[in-house]
């Protein structure tokens, strides 16, 4: 899971970012409107967290500028403006979920795990296809009830590639996703081909059909053929 967290409060951002690390979420952090525009032009998160107030310009303007642009991404507001017209207001523009500072950690964290199995896995724990079931909350995965020795790092992509059935995936998207906005430093993203590789082996191993198709020149997609 990949994330932007704009926040101009750097001990806030870096909370959230060392938090949400053992628990497989990838965060990149921006403290101002300027910054956070870049990012969204250039790159898809599977969840923003958007402050209101930076200090060069204002959250809500953002959040219009994402929604102009059809940016998919889940959005949780996260404010210390708590007052009712301020939330109405975020909602109206396409905000999913709004948190008032001070928040728990714990709590951020069970919202965004929320936001996105509603957005790409209809709101259930267990993501189920086929012979195979993830757990999201366990991060286990079974194929015909075989339980795989599996990474985390490697359940990510299968969610990831699950959560995009019959999308072509970039190399560079996958990249992103597993390493967050770094990908763009690294030399090559050949990273990529070994986490499918193995991920196909184990998958296979365990008796599960060949969903992860390379698309030559492209990159990979989920499919059931």
């Given at each position: 899971?990949k ?114 199995r509603r ?59 597993l ?47």
């Open positions: 899971m994330i932007l967290v704009i926040e101009d409060e750097k001990e806030i951002a870096s909370s959230i970012k060392e938090y949400f690390k053992p628990n497989g979420v990838q965060c990149e952090l921006v403290g101002n409107y300027k910054d956070a525009l870049d990012k969204i032009s250039m790159y898809d998160y599977d969840c923003i967290l958007l402050d209101l107030m930076l200090p060069d310009g204002d959250g809500f303007d953002l959040l219009r500028e994402l929604k102009r642009r059809n940016k998919t991404e889940g959005v949780i507001i996260i404010s210390a403006k708590e007052n009712l017209d301020t939330r109405i207001e975020g909602f109206n523009l396409g905000a999913d979920d709004y948190l008032t500072k001070p928040f728990h950690l714990s709590e951020l964290l069970v919202r965004i795990q929320a936001l996105i957005k790409n896995f209809k709101g259930n724990n267990n993501v189920i296809f086929n012979e195979i079931t993830i757990d999201i909350f366990s991060k286990t995965v079974t194929v015909n009830n075989t339980k795989l020795d599996i990474t985390k790092k490697e359940i990510d992509l299968l969610l990831y590639l699950i959560g995009n059935e019959n999308k072509v995936l970039s190399k560079s998207a996958i990249a992103e996703h390493s967050g906005d770094m990908a763009d430093m690294l030399d090559n993203h050949d990273f990529v081909y070994a986490h499918i590789k193995n991920l196909k082996k184990k998958l296979s191993a365990a008796g599960g059909g060949d969903y992860i198709k390379t698309v030559y020149g492209l990159g990979y997609k989920w499919q059931d053929d």
